[in-house]
């Protein structure tokens, strides 16, 4: 069956709070401009374990211009899952709810996954702010700078992807398992991925902006000490 949409924007929320806020401007301002240039999009708001300020914040910017859905899962890879499982979109994007894009990044991902529907797009450039700040750029799975054993030690790419939605259906993330010491969920995906010979690739002159904050999934994986699983 033929996707009713170009693309299903599927935003995940937690606890936030009003700075989800500026993340519903930024996913606005790629949309207007992915508008522009003729997609049909719509926007998931995953509200997963999602306290009061978060959920009205989002309620707010999005108004009847989302669809919302509350979920426990209490997990960033799982909360990602369930939005993909309604998605209506051929191609399905990632945000998270305290992180930004460049206002380009939706039109360029989509460009590219339409030269190359069998890959994953990235940002070109990721910027790091809050508790850490760092400036990291993505590599491009087939280009001669990507190692594959690299990601036995650190991961290459983040969660904040653009691909067919097909493909994330039928790679789900797995869940974090913090006792066991398994994380992060996109490391353990991007090396899962790349292992079934699907190529990453960087969006030309687009940015992804994350936060880093003390207290979140990511920080609590960092401190038990992840590890790649098994594939």
């Not at 910017?61 to 209490?74: P, S, V």
């Not at 990721?126 to 690299?150: A, I, K, M």
């Amino acid at each position: 069956m033929a996707a009713k949409l170009d693309l299903s924007v599927i935003l995940t929320a937690h606890r936030e709070g009003v700075i989800a806020g500026v993340t519903a401007n930024s996913a606005m301002a790629a949309l207007k401009r992915s508008a522009e240039a003729g997609l049909r999009h719509e926007v998931i708001v995953v509200l997963d374990r999602a306290d009061s300020v978060t959920e009205a914040t989002l309620r707010s910017a999005f108004g009847a211009n989302a669809r919302f859905l509350a979920t426990t899962e209490g997990d960033p890879g799982a909360a990602r899952n369930r939005g993909v499982e309604i998605a209506e979109g051929l191609c399905s994007a990632f945000l998270d709810g305290d992180d930004l894009w460049s206002d380009n990044w939706l039109v360029e991902a989509w460009r590219l996954i339409e030269r190359r529907p069998d890959a994953v797009a990235h940002s070109a450039c990721n910027l790091v702010f809050g508790v850490r700040r760092n400036l990291w750029w993505h590599v491009d799975s087939e280009s001669g700078l990507c190692d594959p054993n690299y990601l036995d030690w650190l991961n290459y790419w983040d969660a904040m992807s653009f691909a067919r939605t097909e493909l994330y259906r039928r790679f789900p993330f797995r869940r974090n398992d913090l006792v066991l010491g398994f994380g992060h969920e996109d490391w353990h995906w991007n090396a899962w991925t790349l292992a079934e010979g699907v190529p990453h690739k960087p969006a030309p002159q687009t940015m992804h902006f994350k936060r880093a904050r003390k207290g979140s999934q990511m920080d609590k994986v960092n401190c038990t000490g992840g590890v790649r699983w098994p594939l």
